[in-house]
Structures are given as structure tokens and as C-alpha cells.
């Protein structure tokens, strides 16, 4: 059973819109890079999957040599450091949960990402026909594809760009119902996905008894906010991978990021 959220700003009714955030603004032209050659690209459930199969010995503490989880790359940790695994989670594993996952990983945290909507679904030439995809399908095919359909577009629109910056990351957007039971921090992207996330945790049972933190960072879904709240994610994932009992610190660091950035924080407590 997901206990009651801790601190739920819904309570005191919702802010307006911030001032500190900016209008988004329009992108310069594009052209994109060739792929470089070399490494073989993993999901994030491959490698959290691994986490789980190698890296934790039974007295709890880490191996070495340990996966960072979905990265494109694998970083050696220090023996015994016992560092959080984060979660990364947006509707469709694209833009949000993508920029912060790209602003962890290159500061070597351990992170993954995943979308919680039924499809990945892109703008299209119409409000009414957007460009919908399986969850899987690469980023380096819907780049494809996009680019064949009209690449004048969708690099106006920033959607090449932003498929190019994920195709570097991981194989392929994945989907939060499938990511297996490895997160010690889950961080959504949108209120919707932080109940999504909720309410499949508790309905999987919490039968391992293993507890996560799931936060939401309320963050609208254009390329120049997803920039802001990246680094506003490190900040936060820099407290609490500092903190030396995250349970009895987390109304603390909570309370430190509403200052010092402009999002509508939600936090609560689920179990695995």
C-alpha cells in the first residue's frame, strides 16, 4: 500500500507559474552528426538487470567494477561504495526524462529512464496526426524515419536534435510498466506520471518490502525547460547521494531544492 505523500504541496492548492522560468525560444538550424562507430548502445533494463544479477553481494555492499545503469557506457566504482540508483520517468522517454538522464549520466550517477504512456508519441504535421511509435522501437529508426518524412520539420520543431542526443545515450525508449525493481529514487517529470509510477508500485504488492523514493519535478515538455530542470535533477540528485540517511534527510533536501529552484515538488514513499 503506498503510504500517505510526505509534504504534497496539493494540499495548500497549486501555485501560479513561476517567473524564473523562461518562454521557450525558438532553435537554431540543425545538421546532424554522423553516429560515431564504435560501442553497442544497452537499455536501461538490460543494465539495471545486470545491477541485479552482479553487482550486489549479500551483506548489501557494492561490487567492484559496477554497471552504471543505462548509460551507453560502463564506469568502474570503488569497492564498497554504495551509491543510489536513479530513475529517470516522462510520458514517452524522450524529452524530460531523457535531458536529465544525459546530465546524470555524464556526471557519472548511477541512472535509467522510462516513459509511463501507453506509446511514444511525437508532434506531427498536426495537432491531430502525431507520429506514434511502439515503446522499443530505436531512437535511431524514429530519427530515420522522421528525417524521411519531412526533415525540415522536425528539425525546426527540435525533434532531430533531440532523437540525435538520445540515440548517444541508449538503444531505445523503454516503458516504466516493464523497468525492473532496482530504483532507490525515482524522479517523474509531470504529475500524471508521478501517479502512474504510485499506483503501479502498489499494485505490484511490494512484496520484496524494499522502499523508493518517488519525486516529481514538474517540468513543461519543451527542449529549453527540460535544459533548466536537467540541472536542477543534479542538484537534487547531488543531495541526496551526499545524504547519510536519506529517510530521516529527505524533508530537508526537499525543502532546499523548493528554494532554490522554481518547481512544484511532489515526494512520497513506495515500496518494491
Known amino acids: 500500500m503506498v503510504p500517505p505523500a510526505m509534504d504534497d504541496p496539493r494540499l495548500r492548492g497549486r501555485p501560479t507559474s513561476d517567473p524564473r522560468l523562461r518562454n521557450a525560444q525558438h532553435l537554431p538550424s540543425y545538421t546532424p552528426t554522423p553516429l560515431p562507430p564504435a560501442r553497442p548502445l544497452t537499455s536501461s533494463t538490460a543494465a539495471a538487470q545486470a545491477i541485479v544479477a552482479s553487482v550486489a553481494p549479500p551483506n548489501g555492499a ?11 557506457t560502463v564506469a568502474v566504482r570503488k569497492t564498497g ?11 514517452s522517454n524522450q524529452n524530460r526524462s531523457m535531458e536529465a538522464h544525459k546530465v546524470l549520466a555524464n556526471a557519472n550517477f548511477r541512472v535509467t529512464s522510462f516513459g509511463t504512456g501507453s506509446a511514444v508519441r511525437l508532434p506531427g504535421p498536426s495537432i491531430d496526426k502525431p507520429n506514434i511509435y511502439p515503446f522499443g522501437t530505436p531512437y535511431n529508426t524514429i530519427f530515420e524515419d522522421l528525417e524521411r518524412k519531412d526533415r525540415r520539420l522536425y528539425t525546426a520543431n527540435g525533434l532531430l536534435p533531440m532523437l540525435d542526443r538520445n540515440r548517444r545515450i541508449k538503444l531505445a525508449p523503454e516503458r516504466w510498466a516493464d523497468s525492473p ?3 532507490d529514487v525515482v524522479i517523474t517529470c509531470e504529475e500524471r506520471c508521478w501517479d502512474a509510477v504510485c499506483d503501479d508500485l502498489m499494485h505490484r504488492g511490494g512484496s520484496y518490502n524494499r522502499p523508493v523514493h ?23 540528485a547531488n543531495a541526496i547521494e551526499n545524504a547519510t540517511d536519506l529517510d530521516e534527510e529527505i524533508a530537508g533536501i526537499i525543502r532546499a531544492q523548493r528554494a532554490k529552484h522554481p518547481h512544484q515538488i511532489l515526494h512520497t514513499v513506495c515500496y518494491y
Request: charged share 20%; proline share 4%.
Open 214 to 236: 518517488v519525486i516529481n519535478i514538474e517540468i513543461k515538455d519543451n527542449h529549453e525547460e527540460a535544459l533548466i530542470a536537467g540541472q536542477a535533477i543534479l542538484d537534487l
Open 62 to 72: 557494492r561490487a567492484q567494477g559496477e554497471v552504471v545503469a543505462g548509460a551507453a
Open 81 to 91: 561504495e554504495n551509491r543510489p540508483l536513479f530513475c529517470v520517468v516522462c510520458a
Open 181 to 183: 525493481p532496482t530504483a
